[in-house]
């Protein structure tokens, strides 16, 4: 995690071994595609703590990314098809292409609670805005952790901010 300076607070990554584990998992998935993914468009992201894979590619056009699977039905299809089990680790949906591989005891619910301890902020004044606020959803560790707002892009983000805190 980074501060708006961009001063590391902190970071504990995937081991070599967790990785392996998420990219041969990536791989059988990648298999099972009727279509090739457009490598330009970064299909898999390495984040350190997270690898996120999208079957279209995490950089895909914002209208292609919208169209490929609003319901999360492909991806529930494909995690049913080639599920991902493992001892340390879990895989989330998030956003609207992609999956999220993160330890089981490190994910947004607890990064959530540790930034507001670091912060000395008071829980009851923060809120969370996420796009995937339901059950298996990437956001919903956060969910009682502190208020959440589920929103569907950045437009929705906006335009909720905008309704919560600007007085016109």
């Not at 995490?58 to 209208?63: G, K, S």
């Not at 330890?103 to 995937?132: A, Q, S």
């Amino acid at each position: 995690a980074v501060d708006i300076k961009e001063n590391l607070l902190w970071n504990i990554p995937l081991t070599d071994t967790e990785r392996l584990e998420i990219l041969e998992h990536i791989a059988k998935v990648r298999a099972t595609l009727p279509y090739s993914i457009n490598e330009d468009w970064n299909p898999i992201e390495d984040r350190g703590a997270q690898i996120t894979f999208s079957p279209i590619g995490n950089t895909a056009p914002n209208d292609i990314k919208l169209a490929f699977d609003p319901d999360r039905k492909k991806r529930d299809a494909m995690l049913v098809a080639i599920p991902f089990i493992s001892k340390d680790l879990v895989v989330k949906i998030g956003g609207s292409t992609s999956f999220d591989y993160i330890p089981k005891d490190r994910h947004k619910g607890t990064n959530v609670k540790k930034l507001i301890d670091y912060m000395g902020w008071n829980k009851d004044e923060c809120v969370y805005f996420g796009d995937g606020l339901y059950p298996g959803g990437n956001d919903e560790p956060v969910i009682g952790v502190i208020e959440t707002i589920p929103v569907t892009d950045h437009l929705d983000t906006y335009k909720k901010l905008r309704e919560m805190f600007v007085s016109e």
